[in-house]
């Protein structure tokens, strides 16, 4: 088992409150509406920290047929912009990873515009670390999201407003 992490930061051109309210409040509801190719449904299983959302994928996703990923929420702060979670079943737990946390806050930077700094830290199954080749799909799908909300958001600046 080896540990690691990594880092990503985006400019999104939407305030950190609207992000907030979609990427983190609302996941289930959004991302099978905003990427349908990926997500082919999703939940929220209870309220604030301690729920789980539970995403499942698409054929499309070239995930395995009928996989789907269980996400439990450990921090959720909107003072802060502040979101953690802790992959708990599914995707690739058990098949590459032995664990997954993922963090974002989103950085007001301006009335409409903020950035997400995503944190993701990981245990290996084997004895090596994740390549860049395997991490690359991780982290391309982390700011995917984000860009999806960003643009759905952008499109109808009443949601969330």
Same mark, same amino acid.
Request: charged share 25%; net charge negative; hydrophobic share 40%.
């Given at each position: 088992?080896?540990?690691?992490?990594?880092?990503?930061?985006?400019?999104?051109?939407?305030?950190?409150?609207?992000?907030?309210?979609?990427?983190?409040?609302? %996941?289930?509801?959004?991302?099978?509406?905003?990427? %349908? #190719?990926?997500?082919?449904?999703?939940?929220?299983?209870?309220?604030?920290?301690?729920?789980?959302?539970?995403?499942?994928?698409?054929?499309?996703?070239?995930?395995?047929?009928?996989?789907?990923?269980?996400?439990?929420?450990?921090?959720? #702060?909107?003072?802060?912009?502040?979101?953690?979670?802790?992959?708990?079943?599914?995707?690739?737990?058990?098949?590459?990873?032995?664990?997954? #946390?993922?963090?974002?806050?989103?950085?007001?930077?301006?009335?409409?515009?903020?950035?997400?700094?995503?944190?993701?830290?990981?245990?290996?199954?084997?004895?090596?670390?994740?390549?860049?080749?395997?991490?690359?799909?991780?982290?391309?799908?982390?700011?995917?999201?984000?860009?999806?909300?960003?643009?759905?958001?952008?499109?109808? %600046?009443?949601?969330?407003?």
């Amino acid at each position: 088992m080896v540990s690691g992490s990594c880092t990503d930061e985006v400019t999104l051109n939407v305030s950190a409150a609207r992000l907030w309210k979609g990427a983190v409040c609302e %996941p289930h509801i959004l991302y099978p509406k905003l990427l %349908p #190719d990926f997500f082919s449904k999703a939940e929220r299983i209870g309220e604030g920290v301690g729920a789980v959302n539970v995403f499942y994928f698409a054929p499309a996703s070239n995930m395995p047929l009928g996989s789907f990923n269980k996400n439990k929420i450990v921090v959720l #702060d909107e003072a802060t912009y502040t979101f953690k979670n802790t992959a708990t079943e599914g995707g690739l737990i058990g098949v590459l990873l032995k664990s997954l #946390d993922y963090e974002s806050v989103f950085v007001p930077s301006g009335a409409d515009s903020c950035i997400a700094k995503i944190k993701m830290e990981y245990e290996t199954l084997g004895d090596k670390d994740l390549s860049e080749e395997e991490l690359k799909p991780i982290r391309d799908g982390s700011i995917g999201v984000l860009k999806a909300v960003e643009g759905y958001l952008l499109a109808n %600046p009443d949601v969330y407003a």
